[in-house]
């Protein structure tokens, strides 16, 4: 079960796991929120992807084995289609400009999903959230909104998303992460199920996932390596602080 933050990614290596081992990868990819809420209802997965937080959640109630492997730190950006020219989005009044003037708003479900529960608080903070509700298609999750994105391919329409999911996505381009006063990082980690039907050939995709073999293409696709323990904590502690705001039980797309 995998977020799809890391959806590309893991498809990307079912066929070298696949020569490696002999064994098959099937995946389930959604939001955050919905996976943890899946795996606590029962079910069945040897590997789950999913936010750090969350996985140390489920590793404090027995619920995972205690090793996991860190994929990285993942931003949360903009996006807009091939051939739109890329805003200005450097400061807040920049971003709060090319919001207003976009023909439509492309994001993950802002129930679910941390990175879009996060841009809906900042179209708040701007002052804007009203002023673009009408123009804002949200969907399950942010695969599907920078598919969507893609489709409507008008000039100025812009989607918010996770950089990995932007960067997998054809048709549209990252136009770039959100200004430093609303930045947003969380980092992704994997672990096995204690109840895994399979825990060494879990364990095996997780040391591939995570693994110095496979760290340039984490990097290329926009898995950023995971800063010094300081920096780690305060992004845990963003990550908390956004999760008590809105009342989300989620974490990441």
């Given at each position: 079960?995998?977020?799809?933050?890391?959806?590309?990614?893991?498809?990307?290596?079912?066929?070298?796991f696949?020569?490696?081992?002999?064994?098959?990868?099937?995946?389930?990819?959604?939001?955050?929120?919905?996976?943890?809420?899946?795996?606590?209802?029962g079910?069945?997965?040897?590997?789950l992807i999913?936010?750090a937080?969350?996985?140390?959640?489920?590793?404090?109630?027995?619920?995972?084995?205690?090793?996991?492997g860190?994929?990285?730190?993942?931003?949360?950006?903009?996006?807009?289609?091939?051939?739109?020219?890329?805003?200005?989005?450097?400061s807040p009044e920049?971003?709060?400009?090319a919001?207003?003037?976009?023909p439509a708003?492309?994001?993950?479900d802002?129930?679910?999903?941390?990175?879009?529960?996060?841009?809906?608080?900042?179209?708040?903070?701007?002052g804007?959230?009203?002023?673009?509700?009408?123009r804002?298609?949200?969907?399950?999750?942010?695969?599907?909104?920078?598919?969507e994105?893609?489709?409507?391919?008008r000039?100025?329409?812009?989607?918010?998303?996770?950089?990995?999911?932007i960067r997998?996505?054809?048709?549209?381009?990252?136009?770039?992460?959100?200004?430093?006063?609303?930045?947003?990082?969380?980092?992704?980690?994997?672990?096995?199920?204690?109840?895994?039907?399979?825990?060494?050939?879990?364990?095996?995709?997780?040391?591939?996932?995570?693994?110095?073999?496979?760290r340039?293409?984490?990097?290329?696709?926009?898995?950023?390596?995971?800063?010094?323990?300081?920096?780690?904590?305060?992004?845990c502690?963003?990550?908390a602080?956004?999760?008590?705001?809105n009342?989300?039980r989620?974490?990441?797309g």
């Open positions: 079960m995998c977020a799809t933050a890391a959806l590309g990614l893991v498809r990307a290596l079912q066929g070298v696949l020569e490696f081992t002999g064994a098959r990868i099937h995946g389930s990819f959604g939001a955050v929120g919905q996976l943890r809420d899946s795996f606590l209802a079910a069945a997965c040897d590997v999913v936010t937080p969350v996985v140390g959640e489920l590793q404090a109630d027995g619920r995972l084995a205690d090793s996991e860190v994929l990285g730190r993942v931003r949360t950006a903009l996006a807009t289609p091939d051939d739109s020219p890329r805003p200005d989005i450097s920049a971003l709060k400009a919001l207003l003037a976009a708003l492309y994001c993950a802002m129930q679910r999903c941390t990175s879009s529960v996060h841009f809906g608080a900042v179209l708040r903070e701007l804007i959230f009203d002023l673009v509700k009408p804002l298609r949200c969907l399950p999750n942010g695969n599907d909104a920078m598919r994105l893609a489709a409507d391919g000039p100025g329409a812009i989607g918010c998303a996770q950089t990995t999911q997998y996505s054809p048709g549209i381009n990252l136009a770039g992460s959100l200004p430093p006063q609303f930045e947003l990082a969380m980092v992704y980690s994997a672990a096995v199920n204690a109840r895994a039907a399979q825990p060494d050939k879990a364990q095996r995709f997780i040391d591939l996932l995570t693994g110095a073999r496979t340039v293409m984490r990097t290329q696709v926009g898995f950023e390596a995971v800063p010094a323990p300081q920096g780690a904590m305060g992004e502690r963003q990550m602080d956004l999760g008590t705001a009342g989300a989620s974490g990441g």
